[in-house]
Each structure stands twice: as C-alpha cells, then as structure tokens.
C-alpha cells in the first residue's frame, strides 16, 4: 500500500470535516450571506421545506441507485499545511438491492493538495465495508463494521442512506428555507429550493462524524483532534459570513438531481489559535446524481489484504505527516 494511494481516503474524510466550518450561529436571524426575500409567507415556506425534505430524504423506491459526482473547492489561510487550493472529487455508483438496509457503493476519490494529485476507492459491498487501493481491497472488522454501516438504518432511500452514512444530512441541517422555483437540470424537470444551515444540528452531525473517524484511526493518523470542542465550536460560528445550501429534486421522481454549498469565514485574533491558525476560508461544493434507477453492478473487492497491514500502513502514515510537520 501507497502512501498517496491512503492519503487520498484519510484526505477525503478530513474534507469534510472542514466543511463543518461552514455553519452558522444559530442565534442569528437568518444566516450570513442570506438571500431570503425580507417578506416572506413563512408558514407556507415551511411547509413547502417539509414537503421537500419528506419526498427528497423519505421512501422513495425510484431513489435506489443512481451515480453520485461531486467536487469540493476549498482554500484556508493561515493554517501551514495548506499551501493552496484544496480539490476534492468523489465519483461512484451506489444501489441499495431489494430488502437491503445498507446500500453497496463504489466511490472513486481524488485529491489535489499542495500541488499533488492522488487517487482511491471506498466500496460497500453485501452490508460490508473494504478500503480498496488498486485491485486491494481491506475488508475492516466487524466490531468497525457495524460502525460505518449503523447510520444507514435511519434512513429511508438508497441515496439517503449512501451519503447518511457519512452524517451528511442536509435534511437535518436547513432552516429558513425556501421554493426557488423550477428549473432544468441536464434535461430533467427539478424544483429549486434554497436555505441556510442550522449549525446546532449540522456539528452534531460533525462529531458523530469525528467519532467514526476516531473509530478507522483516520483523526490520529493525519493528526486531526479527536474531537468537535465546543471552544472549537464557538469559534467556528463567530466567523462565519456565508451559510448556505442549495438542492434541485426531480419534479416528477423527487430524486436529488443537485446540490450545492457556499460558505466563507473570517476569523477573528481572538479564535485563530484554537482553530490552528486559521484566518479565513472559502469553500464551495457541489453533488451531482446521474442514471438514476440504473444497475451499478457492485461487488466486493476480489483481492483482499490482511486488516493489519493497513493499520502498519496508517501508523507510517502518521509518522511520515508528523516528520513532515516537524520539517524533517
């Protein structure tokens, strides 16, 4: 196994825990950043939201499979072991097989970091999750398992479940949201909504997030806290100026076709040491779904490597980004 070939899978994770610096403070009246018209039918705007969120998120047979392509743009000042623009793509199919409560997936991710690009694979597979590099796959051991897989049961459709597992749920994190209107997204017929976060709910979601990470021994391998403080917390929400969130569902199948987030921080003297240093950060995202109801065709990897050769690897790996922070 590879260092950049891991580094990819444990730099994909990290990502997301940076886009939990895009949450607001929930005491603000409607988000940094807001575009909500000032004169609104509130009660209609909520009822339009819990619509969306009911077909989007709730039973929906026609959501099963499908092919998920996303792309993360960030850029952080001040933080040493970010030189640049950050890029983050994941590109993969996922069905969720009559009677399953886990769907399987395969996604393909790749990162662009300091001018390096590397490359892996997440696969689920029968309700059973592999690191796979190459044509290797590490099949993680069932007390860990269990772990990665537990979100999926909350959930009612097989892309729910798929980015769920990942305690990505934007369906969770919405407030003051609102119809945008219809629009066409690659030929299909979607209604637009927009809203923005409700940061209490979504770093819930964060460090429900930082556990799992803590669970593979992502967090210590990159040498990432173990973790959300609440200081850490605190902070984030003072420096954020923009918070806001964007989905488009299929008008006739209420699949999620597109969504997109934007946010920005500015941090203040006072809160850049308890968040390494950061002075600001920009970020922007966007998922989109394609060959919905389509067969995937997902198998688990045929070539297995033993669970303890990936945990000598992510003690390399560690060792190798502390020398590095050292300037060895």
Same mark, same amino acid.
């Given at each position: ?17 940076? %886009?939990?610096?895009? @949450? ?74 009559? @009677? ?86 690659? @030929? ?31 967090? =210590? ?39 997109? %987030?934007? @946010? ?59 020398? =590095?922070?050292?300037?060895?």
């Amino acid at each position: 196994m590879t260092r950049t070939k891991l580094s990819v899978l444990l730099a994909m994770l990290a990502a997301m825990l940076v %886009l939990a610096a895009c @949450g607001g403070d929930d005491d603000s009246s409607g988000g940094a950043g807001s575009d909500k018209p000032a004169a609104r039918d509130k009660a209609q705007d909520r009822k339009d939201m819990a619509r969306i969120i009911k077909q989007g998120f709730g039973p929906n047979e026609k959501a099963k499979s499908g092919r998920i392509d996303g792309t993360i743009d960030l850029e952080v000042k001040g933080v040493p072991r970010y030189k640049g623009p950050i890029e983050i793509t994941a590109s993969g199919g996922y069905e969720l097989r009559s @009677g399953a409560e886990v769907p399987d997936f395969n996604i393909d991710v790749g990162l662009v970091l300091n001018d390096h690009a590397i490359g892996g694979s997440l696969v689920i597979a029968d309700s059973q999750s592999y690191i796979a590099l190459g044509t290797t796959g590490y099949k993680l051991p069932p007390d860990v398992n269990s772990k990665v897989v537990a979100p999926a049961a909350a959930l009612d459709n097989g892309l729910a479940k798929t980015v769920g597992m990942f305690f990505i749920r934007p369906d969770r994190w919405q407030r003051n949201g609102h119809i945008v209107g219809d629009e066409d997204v690659a @030929g299909v017929a979607t209604e637009h909504a927009t809203a923005d976060i409700r940061p209490s709910r979504f770093f819930e979601d964060v460090a429900r997030l930082v556990r799992l990470l803590t669970v593979l021994r992502v967090t =210590e391998a990159v040498g990432l806290p173990l973790a959300v403080t609440p200081q850490q917390r605190a902070a984030l929400g003072r420096s954020v100026t923009v918070a806001k969130g964007d989905v488009w569902l299929g008008k006739d199948d209420h699949v999620l076709r597109k969504a997109r %987030l934007q @946010g920005r921080l500015r941090v203040a003297k006072k809160d850049r040491k308890v968040l390494s240093g950061m002075t600001s950060a920009t970020l922007t995202a966007e998922v989109n779904v394609t060959e919905i109801g389509d067969g995937q065709n997902i198998s688990a990897p045929k070539q297995l490597g033993s669970y303890a050769d990936l945990q000598i690897s992510l003690d390399a790996l560690g060792e190798a980004i502390r020398n =590095e922070l050292r300037g060895k």
